[in-house]
């Protein structure tokens, strides 16, 4: 994402989206309420004496106060819905209902009641190119293709492989079984943009893997699983040893704060706050050090309930990071509303 302009004291963003992550990080930057301007198509409506008829559609510049956000994970669209409040006088929409659908390779501007915490993470991130890194998890009856992006995993396909049969060596039909499978899957990454990928597998499979992928002309990084396929995916979203992954994907952050709630969760310590009533308290005195807040409650219809708790929580927490929801802990926040507090000082004693 491109930053074209940014005015904190008139609160407005104007930005290039470069990106099918872009479509992500915008979801997160608007809200209902804000006013967001862009090109779109309208169809004209043409006056005839028998009455009202439309036209053709045309290309228009309009503004539109957002009434909703629809943004589905992973995918390359993201609609904003709300009232016209400004357009061409000669199109006669102002006040009426339009949805913009913005892609990658759009220009949009924000102007936004308030530029919070989390705004301004989500730009940091989305500013620095944060992009998805490859990944091939393969076992002996099943590859596994998907790609770490900022919003989480995204798993493009599941592959059945032929299971191998005793008389035979293992590596001749393993290899065969790749061969066949290889070249679709890696078609599959390189049409999404990834030069270099990741490859999962345990320690048997991993030469036989390496020899089927140097044909075509990818970087691979080799990561020893104890078992390939979706399995290996949700085991290398358990480590900490592979921070160059998550940095690319822009997930180090969340990550870390993620680990450092569980450790606090599973001793029971009141070093954390859970859910938005003890959050809500928590950030009314001013105790909240982090604020952990699920994407997903971001993106739902439930938005504009914790709109003034991140509005509390930009005005005195440390820092507001938005979390997506396949990072190992992400399931805790599921339970509370999507939100949760790490806390300079612990809150039961003042309540």
């Not at 993470?121 to 944060?130: D, F, H, P, Y």
């Not at 439930?302 to 509390?312: A, G, T, V, Y």
Request: some cysteine.
């Amino acid at each position: 994402m491109k930053i074209l302009e940014e005015n904190i004291h008139l609160n407005k963003l104007k930005l290039q989206l470069e990106t099918v992550e872009d479509l992500y990080f915008a979801s997160l930057l608007v809200d209902i309420g804000d006013l967001v301007t862009a090109w779109t198509t309208r169809q004209i409506k043409l006056e005839r004496i028998d009455g009202t008829e439309r036209g053709e559609r045309v290309r228009v510049k309009v503004t539109v106060k957002v009434k909703k956000v629809e943004f589905q994970r992973f995918s390359d669209s993201l609609r904003i819905l709300g009232l016209i409040v400004e357009a061409p006088e000669w199109l006669e929409a102002k006040g009426s209902h339009h949805t913009l659908g913005l892609k990658p390779g759009d220009e949009i501007e924000i102007t936004k009641n308030h530029l919070m915490k989390h705004h301004e993470r989500v730009l940091r991130i989305a500013s620095a190119k944060a992009r998805a890194v490859g990944l091939i998890s393969v076992d002996v009856d099943e590859i596994a293709v998907g790609l770490i992006r900022p919003q989480g995993l995204e798993v493009l396909s599941c592959i059945s492989l032929p299971r191998p049969n005793k008389e035979g060596s293992l590596k001749s039909q393993v290899k065969t079984a790749l061969e066949k499978a290889l070249p679709s899957t890696i078609e599959m990454l390189k049409s999404r943009g990834v030069e270099s990928l990741i490859l999962l597998s345990p320690q048997l499979l991993q030469d036989i893997a390496l020899e089927c992928l140097k044909n075509f002309k990818v970087s691979v990084k080799r990561v020893e699983v104890p078992e390939g396929g979706l399995a290996g995916f949700y085991e290398l979203l358990r480590r900490d040893e592979l921070k160059t992954v998550f940095e690319e994907a822009a997930l180090t952050t969340p990550k870390n704060a993620l680990t450092e709630f569980l450790e606090h969760f599973f001793k029971n310590s009141d070093k954390i706050a859970i859910g938005l009533e003890e959050v809500s308290f928590a950030l009314a005195a001013k105790a909240v050090k982090k604020l952990l807040i699920l994407d997903e409650a971001l993106l739902s219809d439930d938005r504009m309930q914790i709109l003034s708790l991140l509005e509390k929580a930009s005005e005195t927490a440390e820092d507001v990071i938005v979390i997506p929801p396949d990072l190992e802990g992400a399931e805790i926040l599921k339970k509370t509303n999507g939100i949760a507090a790490l806390l300079y000082f612990g809150i039961k004693n003042l309540k």
